[in-house]
């Protein structure tokens, strides 16, 4: 099949009608920047041979912006050497009209025949999906799709397998595959496809067999469980007896009464030792009292003595520091005169530096005063200025909003003036008599300009009746009585008699309001602040210079002072020699002020301990607690003996622990009760289950449940015998069905190994069941076409869409090849190879080829065609 001519009527992006014709019978390259209708173009020829004219999902093909058009396509093409016309509308008018020879198709039925003719199947409903693009689907690649081959060769795997049986002369058909599909029906009934797990019946039987097992084994545990209850009755029983017998649990009592009593008597012994233990220590506490008073008495008499040679130092102390107290406080009366003779020429120095100061300061501040002068005299002129500009450019103030608004209205004015004029009936009149014109007369030369109706009166002649050609006139009309209403109230909202003045007005204001600028920086370079501050600041300097001359009038006269350094030396000089002086002194009188009161306090101590210790009170006392210390000693002495011969007595009772025998003893016998209890209802509850499971049959279940087990497996092991049987018969089958396919495979094997070498030499692909690539086998490694590059993958999707047009081709079906931007992620040298090969493929097909990359395929031999002359064309 070889396209002629496209013609696109409202399609889209063409809103108009768009011709591509001369198309030629090989390779044809159309170029264009990206949106400038190459893939509007492809589109258009796969609506047309591909949609349903009557589906309503095709609004979309609506011409932009113009809800209203008629999207239609129409294609002339050869088709085995008979002329073919195809033409379809969409949306609105819909209809679809085919010829091939002389033979003609409408609706439906031409579009049947398409179908048939290309190899593909029309969509039930709504758009057409890509499960019945078949054929076109596989050789028509739509933007960005030219490396998805997989999907769109599966839905095409039927007509391909047709054209590989009629070039391989095999009788392979869809029945084989029905077989298998019917076997594989069966066996996935039985067995999961993926995993092979059991399913349906055979799960069942596997589920109902495990049940059964599993209830087969519970009563055997059962029956287990009930023989081993009987030998564990026994052995209770004869327990229990054996117990009650020997009564293990009153011996434990017994024994428990005698450790009592052993417990109660060791607890009299700790009662009797810790009486003798609180009496040891109040006499030790009495002993550690008299110890204390008498150690206090010695102390007291060694304190005495002590002091007595500390006050001996301290009052010889104090006269040193009286005497070394009245050297310094003389020193420092001395240094005292010196200083402030030193002090009194320091004033009168500092005195003739700050009368130097004050000179300067005088001269400096009647320099400011002459300065801000000057300043406050140019200021004072700008100002002025500032302000005449001001109330001028006041004045002259236009609303430039309101002026742009004049300047719109008035061009507005003039256009629809001219359009009126242009509009109105003139008539050029040269009278030698009277005419009337309306009710008015009209008698010599001139113009008349009609905007509506008019009756003309000739005298003797008649009349003429004159009707203005433009049927909208009185709309200008009334449109141009408002414009000019508007522009007369602005004209008068602004003050001015017409545009030129407003203008005029306006660049006066901006003239002044630049005057006004340029004074006020002006005043701001002189007074920054204001003509105020300055006037402040001269004010301020005026009192500073009046206070610097009376500063100077107060001050000594300094003719004789020393140089102020010289004088600063001896004055620092002096005052660290008195304070020198001074902390000595301050020492002095502090050592004296201390000894003096040491002294004083030593002596006060002594005499208050003196006394104590001579207090006839006091000597009685001591020698009282001197007789109970030597007592006390006596009584604490037998009470340790005591006490340690009772700790060994308590000793040997708690040898044992009695107490801890009469817990131990009465835990056995309650223990022992308790078992003897807990036998007694075990042996009742052992009865009573043997008594319940025999009762319940359990040997006739048991049989009846292990019959049901055979049952039950019999019917598992046929269900698996089955499935093991077809999945025998479907490897079979498809073994068979793989060695046919393989046998129609040669031809298309042929085909992608001749485009293949090209790009991937010493390479080749395996292909699916559906004779879609798997795998790419290159140098020993198979790669899935997942795992290659996304360039690799495009590549190989233009070449195996050459090899299965060359196979259609072959078996006589009609073949058409459009790639629309193809090989945008190829490199140059590979893009040679695919250029090469389309080259090959153009000599036996037709290839429509989109591009925005021009250069890229300028060395095709062919000629390009831009879409943007195309248009341009139409």
């Known amino acids: 099949m070889k396209l002629e001519r496209i013609a696109i009527q409202e399609f889209k992006q063409f809103t108009g009608r768009l011709v591509i014709d001369d198309l030629q019978p090989g390779l044809n390259l159309f170029t264009g920047p990206n949106e400038a209708g190459k893939s509007t173009i492809a589109e258009a020829v796969r609506a047309v041979f591909l949609e349903r004219y009557k589906a309503s999902h095709l609004k979309d093909l609506l011409p932009w912006g113009k809800a209203s058009g008629q999207p239609s396509v129409e294609v002339t093409f050869d088709l085995a050497g008979a002329a073919c016309k195809l033409s379809k509308h969409f949306v609105t ?16 039925e031409a579009e049947d025949k398409l179908a048939a003719l290309l190899g593909f199947s029309r969509s039930a409903r709504g758009p057409l999906k890509a499960e019945n693009a078949g054929v076109p689907g596989l050789l028509w690649v739509q933007q960005g799709g030219t490396q998805e081959v997989r999907d769109s060769t599966g839905h095409a795997a039927q007509y391909l397998r047709d054209a590989l049986s009629q070039l391989s002369g095999s009788n392979e058909s869809a029945g084989e595959d029905a077989l298998i599909a019917a076997v594989q029906r069966e066996l996935r009934q039985l067995l999961t496809a993926r995993t092979q797990k059991s399913t349906g019946p055979l799960a069942e039987a596997e589920q109902a067999l495990a049940g059964l097992i599993i209830e087969r084994d519970d009563l055997e545990q059962q029956r287990l469980q009930f023989e081993e209850n009987i030998a564990r009755l026994a052995t209770q029983q004869e327990a229990f007896d054996d117990a009650q017998r020997k009564r293990p649990w009153e011996l434990h009592e017994q024994k428990a009464v005698q450790a009592q009593q052993r417990a109660d008597a060791a607890a009299e012994l700790e009662r009797g030792l810790q009486g003798l233990v609180q009496s040891l220590q109040v006499h030790e506490a009495e002993l550690a009292l008299s ?5 206090g008495a010695t102390d007291l008499e060694a304190a005495v003595a002590r002091e007595r040679q500390q ?4 009052r010889a102390s104090a006269s040193t520091a009286r005497h070394e107290h009245d050297d310094a406080l003389a020193r420092v009366a001395q240094l005292e005169q010196a200083y402030a003779d030193a002090n009194r020429a320091l004033e009168l ?13 005088i001269a400096l501040h009647r320099a400011e005063s002459e300065r801000l002068d000057a300043a406050i005299a140019a200021a004072t002129t700008a100002n002025e200025a500032v302000i005449e500009a001001t109330r001028s450019a006041a004045a002259l103030e ?10 719109s209205l008035d061009t507005e004015l003039t256009v629809l003036r001219a359009r009126t004029e242009a509009a109105m009936t003139r008539i050029e009149y040269r009278l030698n008599g009277t005419i009337t014109v309306g009710d008015a007369s009209v008698t010599g030369e001139g113009v008349l300009r009609l905007d509506e109706e008019k009756r003309i009166g000739l005298g003797e002649l008649g009349e003429l009746r004159v009707i203005p050609g433009v049927s909208d006139l009185s709309a200008q009309l009334s449109g141009l009585a408002s414009l000019e209403a508007q522009h007369a109230q602005l004209l008068q909202t602004l003050g001015v008699a ?3 003045e407003a203008q005029a007005r306006h660049e006066q204001w901006k003239t002044l309001v630049a005057q006004q600028k340029s004074q006020a920086k002006i005043l701001e370079v002189h007074a920054p602040h204001g003509v105020d501050a300055l006037r402040a600041a001269l004010a301020s300097a005026a009192v500073r210079l009046q206070t610097s001359n009376e500063r100077l009038a107060m001050l000594p006269d300094a003719c004789a002072a020393p140089p102020l350094d010289e004088a600063r030396r001896a004055a620092d000089i002096a005052r660290d020699a008195l304070d020198t002086a001074g902390k000595v002194l301050a020492r002095a009188a502090e050592t004296r002020t201390t000894a003096t009161a040491t002294a004083d306090s030593l002596s006060g101590q002594l005499q208050r301990k003196e006394a104590q210790l001579n207090d006839d009170a006091f000597c009685r006392n001591r020698a009282l607690w001197q007789t109970k210390i030597v007592e006390q000693r006596v009584q604490v002495e037998a009470l340790k003996k005591q006490l340690a011969g009772r700790e060994r007595e308590l000793e040997a009772a708690r040898l044992d622990d009695p107490a801890a025998e009469v817990k131990r003893y009465r835990a056995a016998a309650e223990l022992a009760r308790s078992e003897q209890h807990e036998r007694q209802l075990r042996i009742a509850q052992l009865r009573s289950q043997l008594e319940t499971v025999g009762a319940s049959g ?18 598992k092991d046929e269900l698996s015998l089955r499935a093991s049987a077809l999945s025998l018969l479907d490897e079979v089958l498809v073994d068979e069905r793989d060695a046919a396919v393989a046998q129609l495979r040669a031809p298309l094997t042929e085909r992608l190994g001749h485009y293949l070498k090209r790009i991937f030499p010493h390479s080749t692909i395996a292909l699916g069941d559906d004779l879609s690539p798997a795998t790419l086998d290159r140098n020993g490694r198979a790669h899935t076409l997942d795992a290659l590059s996304f360039g690799t993958r495009e590549q190989l999707g233009i070449l195996t869409r050459l090899a299965y047009a060359d196979l259609l081709k072959a078996s006589g079906r009609p073949t058409l090849l459009m790639l629309d931007d193809a090989a945008v992620h190829t490199d140059a040298a590979r893009r040679d190879a695919i250029k090469r090969a389309l080259i090959d493929a153009a000599t036996r097909h037709q290839i429509l080829v989109f591009t925005c990359h021009p250069e890229l395929w ?15 064309a139409a």
């Open 858 to 872: 300028d060395d095709l031999g062919v000629r390009q065609r831009a879409v943007e002359d195309l248009k341009v």
């Open 349 to 361: 120095a500092n005195a003739a530096v700050t009368a130097a100061d004050l000179r300067s300061q």
């Open 93 to 108: 008018r819909q209809r679809c009209d085919l010829s091939i020879g002389q033979a003609v198709f409408g609706e439906d």
């Open 291 to 295: 110890l204390q008073q008498e150690q």
């Open 398 to 407: 236009i609303d430039v909003t309101q002026l742009k608004r004049l300047q």
């Open 698 to 715: 359990l040997g006739e279940r048991l049989a009846a449940v292990r019959a049901s087990v055979e049952q039950a497996a019999r019917r």
């Open 311 to 314: 006050l001996d130092a301290a």
């Open 498 to 500: 017409s545009l030129g």
